[in-house]
């Protein structure tokens, strides 16, 4: 929960394209999965999250850090 917090308050000031092009990704991935083995959804899910993550790390950055 504490990692959930983190992200909603990290980035909830900028960076909402790439939110969006990641929910749009998990979105497909999710109507996929019917037809993909579990490994292969999760480690397609994982990607898209660590990707994400670093992008909003990254944008976080640029927008003045989570702490200023």
Do not use: C, H, K
Not at 7 to 17: D, E, N
Not at 21 to 26: E, K, N, R
Request: charged share 5%; hydrophobic share 60%.
């Amino acid at each position: 929960m504490a990692t959930t917090a983190w992200f909603y308050r990290a980035s909830a000031q900028g960076a909402w394209t790439p939110r969006l092009f990641a929910s749009g990704a998990l979105i497909v991935v999710g109507f996929a999965a019917v037809w993909l083995p579990p490994l292969a959804y999760l480690g397609l899910v994982d990607a898209i999250l660590v990707v994400t993550a670093a992008v909003l790390a990254r944008a976080q950055q640029e927008l003045g850090g989570a702490g200023n």
